[in-house]
């Protein structure tokens, strides 16, 4: 099942760069950049909210790539997901920028990286950890359907039928 960021209302969308924004804290990066696709919307809001430069990247295939004008640095870069599973596209996506800034006579650290969604199929740790890539993450897949169901009975926000589509019973 896929969680898709677009199904969530703009307060949610909100919420989440505010509540990222404080994971943050005081260890601001030099840069962001999203993990093709969902996390560049996760990276502009963050970017924008940090006033740091963002690294724009694309998907073609199952490669991420990055766009050819897009913002190049040396220092601390973090990654942002929409959703992460296995971590396997976010490596990926570290790799590609690293490789981007290193072509341009630039050098780019990943110390870590954030997601909206932890997919609770996988253990990203596994993949990320050795690498000395931290993970945090807002909500699991059934913890985020359970704060927007308590919104809806609130009253606070509308039942939107798709979210059926990102149920995961873990």
Do not use: C
Not at 1 to 20: C, S
Not at 92 to 100: K, L
Not at 143 to 154: A, T
């Amino acid at each position: 099942n896929k969680f898709d960021l677009e199904l969530l209302p703009d307060d949610v969308h909100d919420l989440a760069t505010d509540i990222l924004v404080d994971i943050i804290g005081e260890d601001k990066p030099d840069i962001v950049f999203g993990v093709p696709n969902g996390g560049n919307l996760v990276a502009e809001r963050v970017a924008t909210r940090l006033k740091v430069p963002q690294i724009s990247t694309y998907k073609e295939g199952n490669q991420p790539l990055v766009r050819k004008d897009s913002y190049v640095g040396t220092g601390v870069a973090y990654g942002f997901e929409d959703a992460i599973t296995t971590g396997g596209s976010t490596l990926r996506a570290i790799e590609r920028v690293q490789q981007y800034a290193s072509e341009r006579n630039h050098s780019i650290i990943v110390p870590r990286v954030f997601a909206i969604i932890r997919r609770m199929e996988s253990t990203p740790e596994e993949l990320l950890s050795p690498r000395g890539i931290g993970l945090s993450y807002i909500f699991t897949t059934r913890e985020l359907l359970g704060w927007l169901m308590v919104l809806y009975e609130r009253r606070l926000i509308e039942l939107d039928p798709r979210w059926n589509e990102m149920w995961t019973p873990n």
